[in-house]
């Protein structure tokens, strides 16, 4: 298989390269009456989820860890104006804006950049109304269209470089959202992958693609060795996408022979699997404990034809689930607040058990999850931790804030 710079096989290998995008603008444009259409709870204060951000970003430098940011991949990406024309094109037709005058209007002031880095910060943030000076409307669409305070809606949940696509083994997931207010976040990753040059001249194969159907994201796909994927259907992720991932990648001849699809509660406190467990060591994991109890697991196995499989039904807690498709020693759960209860919710809250493996047995927490940080170091856990009071408010973890793009194998 060529290399094409990607590589994960499980979620502990060293990690060597990542993806993160620094919170920009779009979070300043999170206002109270907004946060339930842009999935947020709170509003974190730009200046210091930046400081946290760059502290995150420095833990990875400090590790050998090459650091990428999809805001400069993308700018990058379209320094070639044939390519540009193109993305922004796209872009503007997936803003939602109804009125023809106005989307021409949007893709002339997209154009009117002349700085690539500007234009894609741009983008991101969104265009409030009292930036863009229209004359008389000509349509009622137009004129309910300038009763919103944006021309184009802002992109806060970028920082969760985790979920719009996903590399499994050398190739990647190319997601498509549940919620609209998250499906043009894939349009970066599309163009990267197609255009940037790191990748324009390598194959890198495609399990989904953000045009299918069925609604997937990164926070619910976890890579448990170069044998095992695990993949929830959840919230956000139809066991559809499942299904298609399973046959392309079954097909192409990777070593990955079991897909786990572990059906979790469809509401937000289980929103991806990666909410409720993460890997951090050989056989250790974090758990929310409201999970503990038997799940229904669909074990996806490979065929003996080109992308066929077989699937079977188990219902088994979730160490025992661990520990028969993992091998070796028995599955140890280390619980987020240590049992269900105050710390627990509290931590859980602010995703006590989304960890980020940069090696086996060291990860990246929060610091305000002190419960489970304790937790985890008196079970021989290494901590990198960081500050936390703004990324946190958007409910997502150090995981949900990375994509790794290269790890070592194991």
Known sequence: MNYNGLQVYSEIGKLKKVLLHRPGEEIENLTPDLMERLLFDDIPYLKVAREEHDAFAEVFRKNDVEVFYLEKLMAETIKDNSVKELFIDEFVSETGIINKTRMAQVRAYYQSFNDDQILVDKMMAGIRGEEFKIGLSHSLSDMIEMDYPFVVDPMPNLYFTRDPFATLGTGISLNKMRTVTRRRETIF??????????????????????????????????????????????????????????????????????????????????MHLDTVFTMVDHNKFTIHPEIEGPLTVYSIQRGDGRGEYVIEKETKKLE???????????????????????????????????????????????????????????????????????????????????????????
Not at 321 to 349: F, H, M, N, P, S
């Open 189 to 270: 990753a599309k163009y990267i992958f197609k255009y940037h040059p790191l990748f324009k001249d390598v194959e890198v194969p495609y399990w989904y693609d953000r045009d299918q159907p069925y609604a997937i994201e990164g926070g619910d796909e976890l890579v448990l060795s170069d044998k095992v994927i695990a993949i929830g259907v959840s919230q956000r992720t139809d066991a559809a996408a499942i299904d298609i991932i399973a046959k392309r990648i079954f097909a192409d001849g990777q070593p990955f022979e079991t897909i786990l699809a572990f059906d979790i509660p469809k509401e937000r406190a289980f």
């Open 320 to 410: 025992d689930i661990l520990t028969k498709y993992l091998g070796g020693d028995q599955v140890k759960l280390i619980r987020c607040g240590g049992k269900r209860g105050i710390d627990a919710a509290r931590e859980q809250w602010n995703d006590g058990s989304n960890t980020l493996a940069i090696a086996p047995g060291e990860v990246v927490v929060y610091s305000r999850n002190h419960v489970t940080n304790r937790l985890l170091e008196e079970e021989g856990v290494k901590l990198h931790v960081i500050p936390s009071s703004e990324l946190s408010r958007g409910r997502g973890g150090p995981r949900c804030m990375s994509m790794p793009l290269y790890r070592e194998k194991l």
